[in-house]
C-alpha cells in the first residue's frame, strides 16, 4: 500500500523559513516524479514544484520561483520543499504526490498518482 506524509508545516512571520518534508513508502520511488502542491481556502489546489526521478531536473511556478527549493533523498525516499522569503499569500496546506514517470512538467492535480494529507502553512504579516 502506497503511503505518502507531509511534515514541517506551521505558523511562520512573513519574511521567514519553513522546510517541509514528504516519506513515502509502498513505492519504487526512484521511479517517481515527486511534487507539492498547495491549497488556500476557498481556492483550487494549485501546482508549486515538482522534481524528477533523479533530482536533477526541477520545475515550479512563477509564484514561488527564487524563493521556493525542491529537493529528494532517494536513499531516504523523501522530498523536500525548502520555504524562504514566505509571504501571507502562501498561507495554505501543502500536499505532496508522487507521480509515475520523469516528466516534471506536469502542473494537473489529477494527473498526479498519490496524495498525502496534507499540512498547513500560516505566514502572518
Known amino acids: 500500500q502506497v503511503q505518502v506524509a507531509e511534515s514541517g508545516g506551521g505558523l511562520v512571520q512573513a519574511g521567514g523559513s519553513l522546510r517541509l518534508s514528504c516519506a513515502a513508502s509502498g513505492l519504487t520511488f526512484g521511479s517517481y516524479t515527486m511534487g507539492w502542491f498547495r491549497q488556500a481556502p476557498g481556492k483550487e489546489r494549485e501546482f508549486v514544484a515538482t522534481?524528477?526521478?533523479?533530482?536533477?531536473?526541477?520545475y515550479y511556478a512563477d509564484s514561488v520561483k527564487g524563493r521556493f527549493t525542491i529537493s529528494r533523498g532517494n536513499a531516504k525516499n523523501t522530498v523536500y520543499l525548502q520555504m524562504n522569503s514566505l509571504k501571507p499569500e502562501d498561507t495554505a496546506v501543502y500536499y505532496c504526490?508522487?507521480?509515475?514517470?520523469?516528466?516534471?512538467?506536469?502542473?494537473?492535480?489529477?494527473?498526479?498518482?498519490?496524495w498525502g494529507q496534507g499540512t498547513q502553512v500560516t505566514v502572518s504579516s
Open positions: 504526490a508522487a507521480r509515475w514517470g520523469d516528466t516534471i512538467v506536469v502542473v494537473t492535480p489529477t494527473r498526479w498518482n498519490y
Open positions: 522534481i524528477n526521478w533523479s533530482g536533477d531536473s526541477t
